[in-house]
């Protein structure tokens, strides 16, 4: 057998085996599970799944609430600022302090907005104080998070606190 031939006929064993392999995993769906894979937990999958419904209502409101004429999901800078890195960042207000922008901040300056007017912005954002309830800006502002890097350390030390808690 020429080196050549012989590599191909251990390439077409190997693809031998791996379909062989392939066809006892998916085989074995109906007798015991595959070992080789963790089953999904059904907490987590709930969890991304009311996350994404909260995301995607937060999107509907973002267009029926017209916050779309103002503000960006995708860095550009309108007449208001981009979503992106809205949360976790910090922001300089016209009277020049600094604020970091967390939830309440989020929830105060969309409910209310001349309250804490970002520097080099008008005043012009309109209050909604009166148009959205709490699930709405919930879901505004899980709009918001998504599109922004820091992650949210709440939800980081839940999940690690376990080991912490007696
Ligand atoms: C007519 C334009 C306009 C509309 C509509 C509008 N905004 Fe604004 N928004 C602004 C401007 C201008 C600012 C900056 C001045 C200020 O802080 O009030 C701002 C500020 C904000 C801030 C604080 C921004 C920061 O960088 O700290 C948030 C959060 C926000 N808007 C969310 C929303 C949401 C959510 C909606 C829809 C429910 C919305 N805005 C609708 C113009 C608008």
Redesign the pocket.
């Known amino acids: 057998m020429t080196p050549f031939r012989l590599l191909m006929y251990l390439a077409l064993t190997f693809t031998f085996v791996v379909a062989a392999c392939e066809d006892s995993s998916s085989s074995s769906l109906d007798g015991e599970p595959d070992q080789g894979l963790t089953p999904p937990n059904p907490e987590e999958i709930q969890k991304i799944d009311e996350e994404l419904a909260l995301i995607s209502r937060g999107i509907q409101?973002?267009k029926s609430?017209?916050?779309?004429?103002?503000?960006s999901l995708d860095g550009k800078k309108?007449?208001?600022?981009t979503?992106v890195n809205?949360y976790g960042t910090n922001?300089e207000?016209?009277d020049g302090t600094i604020?970091e922008?967390d939830e309440e901040?989020?929830r105060r300056?969309?409910l209310l907005?001349?309250i804490?007017?970002?520097k080099g912005?008008?005043?012009?954002?309109?209050r909604?104080d009166d148009?959205?309830d709490n699930q709405?800006l919930d879901a505004?502002?899980a709009?918001?998070k998504s599109v922004s890097e820091v992650e949210d350390d709440a939800e980081e030390e839940s999940t690690t606190e376990e080991e912490g808690t007696p």
């Open positions: 409101l973002h609430m017209a916050c779309v004429a103002c503000h309108l007449s208001g600022g979503y809205m922001v207000l016209e604020v922008r901040y989020l300056s969309i907005p001349s804490d007017v970002v912005y008008p005043d012009a954002m309109p909604y148009k959205l709405d505004l502002i709009l918001i």
